[in-house]
């Protein structure tokens, strides 16, 4: 069997095979009664896949073509299609799927789904599932795969994924001619292999005999074959425990299960260990954006579990309950949510929530700790632009790997080794603030899944602290001839002082993203301690010697810091406009600035005193465009 589903058709086509006058069609397509077609041809017209023709003329009681592609072409079913076998198919890497195989009117229907948790492609599942058939009875054989709901869309789409089986056998190739008698070559010209002239297979290569995939479907075309409906489900309920329960009590309706799939639980665990540990009284500024984040959680979620769960040939197989509140927390969340923002008293709060958070043991799913720092992102989300100051107080994760040269192994010089017993310095039992850098700042569920904390530690030579108070580890990189890891807290505030006239902006030779550093000469003529320069208000990724994204962060760095404006070279793009100023010549950047940083090679070096003549130059050339 030829894929015909997804061949491309032009309302002409489309007319031939609904056995229709194009000029019907064409008034039906003007009266937008045609289904929305696919996309266009290279001239531009609108054209259709077989399977949206098939499914429109099945949908509008018109005949379907005899070629038409599972499930357009198959009647509907008289009775509940038989379920020939149930049960789970084994995965690569000890994984598992449910699947279950319907008898579609003589045509193998493969349900599958795969488990949570479990990191296998739909592929793999689906060719695992043909392979509990009889090869004679694979050919034509489909399997569809339900779409897992997300419980914050609009509700339930009612969407399958489908794969099948050619009826016919692949042709093997054709075998390349005998090669003509050495007399004859001489005078016939030799021509290529047919096998060799075949055009390349573009798309999805799959192995011979695996199904194919096939795009989706709706739940109702499958349930019309199989004459019952077909369950969907949320993402995150598919354990083993709830499907083997779901497929035993066979059901079209759905399993009442907790909530273990939403934001709820974690709101609400949030907020009543805020209450539990008093952060009403202590903070009530933080405690009210807290206690609004879980109103809102409250109302999306509701919104969400209480769409119809069930429809059109479709059902849920399991339906979280919706969420409930605390009478206690309910009424003190909605007392504190109504209170104006002071926003100087947040300001206050947030210092002090910042070193109590940072400074708390690390304890996966702690609700205490994940208060905090809830309750510290909303504060910062609020306060950033008016107190910019007070919000960028915090360090990122920034990873510099393969760290080597001369400014590196100063920064090295001036570390101080941390003992277990001192404060972050013990990676058995790590702190929030420890974890954070250990991990590069990555979500709990991340951290678990991957392992994360446990593979950082194992490849830990040493914990550090500048003499800024930023935290440093230093990694192995575990691959031979690269150099090992840094992580380090980055700053995104403004510098702190000391930075004079003879500071060098100073970073080492590098193929990829660098450690960016001022280095300073002391009143005595030594060096003093290399200090990171930030990017007040982001990140750093700080590379140079080429045009591009990643060195317009650089230059957006260097930009704020003289400045001092948290907001420049920001939204728009500075390098863009100046690279566009009248006055260039030959089109190259007018920006002084912007030039040394594409054009330094090998190590950078830029007097901190030029770097900051040059962002005011730049800054006047804007205002005067």
Not at 173 to 192: G, H, I, N, S, V
């Amino acid at each position: 069997m030829s894929v015909t589903h997804s061949r491309p058709h032009t309302l002409a086509q489309f007319a031939r095979r609904a056995r229709m006058s194009a000029q019907r069609l064409r008034v039906l397509h003007g009266e937008r009664r045609l289904p929305a077609p696919d996309g266009v041809d290279p001239d531009g017209a609108d054209v259709w896949t077989t399977a949206s023709i098939d499914r429109w003329l099945r949908a509008t009681g018109r005949a379907v073509p005899d070629d038409a592609v599972w499930p357009f072409g198959w009647p509907d079913a008289t009775e509940p299609a038989e379920v020939i076998w149930s049960g789970d198919v084994d995965l690569p890497r000890g994984h598992t799927a449910a699947v279950t195989v319907f008898d579609g009117a003589g045509q193998p229907v493969i349900y599958a789904v795969g488990y949570v948790g479990q990191d296998v492609s739909r592929d793999t599942i689906a060719e695992a599932a043909i392979v509990q058939l009889d090869p004679d009875r694979r050919p034509g054989a489909v399997v569809v795969q339900p779409f897992l709901l997300d419980p914050s869309s609009d509700g339930p789409h009612p969407h399958l994924e489908l794969w099948r089986v050619p009826e016919q056998p692949e042709p093997a190739p054709d075998p390349a001619p005998a090669a003509l008698p050495a007399m004859l070559r001489r005078f016939l010209p030799q021509r290529e292999p047919v096998a060799a002239m075949r055009q390349p297979v573009i798309g999805r290569q799959r192995r011979p005999g695996a199904p194919e995939y096939a795009g989706s479907v709706f739940a109702s075309e499958v349930a019309r074959v199989l004459g019952r409906p077909v369950p969907l489900w949320w993402a995150g309920t598919t354990t083993p425990e709830i499907v083997r329960t779901v497929r035993l009590l066979g059901q079209p309706r759905p399993l009442p299960i907790p909530d273990t799939i939403t934001r709820w639980p974690a709101a609400i665990a949030r907020l009543t260990a805020a209450l539990e540990r008093s952060v009403h009284t202590a903070y009530p500024q933080a405690f009210s954006l807290l206690a609004r984040e879980t109103r809102a959680a409250h109302r999306d979620v509701t919104t969400a579990l209480t769409h119809p769960s069930a429809g059109h040939g479709w059902y849920l197989a399991a339906a979280p309950q919706p969420p409930t509140w605390p009478a206690v927390a309910e009424q003190r969340a909605a007392v504190a949510a109504a209170r104006d923002l002071d926003s100087a008293a947040a300001a206050d709060e947030l210092d002090s929530l910042v070193e109590i958070e940072a400074d708390l043991p690390w304890r996966p799913g702690d609700p205490y700790g994940d208060a905090l720092c809830e309750a510290i992102l909303l504060l910062r989300g609020r306060l950033a632009r008016e107190y910019p100051e007070r919000v960028y107080t915090f360090p990122v994760a920034y990873s510099w790997p393969d760290a080597r040269g001369p400014i590196y192994d100063e920064y090295r010089r001036h570390l101080t080794r941390l003992t277990p017993a001192e404060a972050h310095g013990d990676p058995k039992r790590p702190t929030r603030r420890l974890v954070r850098l250990l991990t590069e700042g990555a979500a709990e569920a991340a951290i678990a899944h991957h392992q994360m904390l446990d593979r950082a530690r194992d490849r830990l030579v040493g914990l550090y602290c500048d003499p800024e108070g930023h935290l440093v580890a230093h990694l192995t990189a575990g691959v031979s001839g690269i150099a090992d890891q840094l992580l380090i807290e980055w700053p995104t505030s403004m510098p702190q002082a000391g930075w004079t006239a003879e500071t060098v902006i100073a970073a080492d030779e590098t193929y990829s993203a660098t450690g960016l550093f001022a280095v300073t000469p002391g009143p005595d003529g030594t060096l003093l301690a290399p200090q990171p320069v930030p990017n007040p208000g982001d990140g750093p990724r700080f590379t140079f010697g080429y045009g591009g994204n990643s060195p317009a962060v650089l230059y957006q760095a260097l930009v704020r810091c003289a400045l001092g404006d948290w907001t420049a070279a920001g939204q728009e793009s500075w390098v863009q406009r100046l690279s566009a100023h009248p006055d260039n010549d030959q089109g190259r950047p007018h920006s002084q600035l912007w030039q040394q940083i594409v054009t330094s090679k090998g190590a950078l070096r830029l007097s901190w005193a030029d770097v900051q003549r040059w962002a005011r130059d730049d800054q006047r050339a804007l205002h005067r465009r």
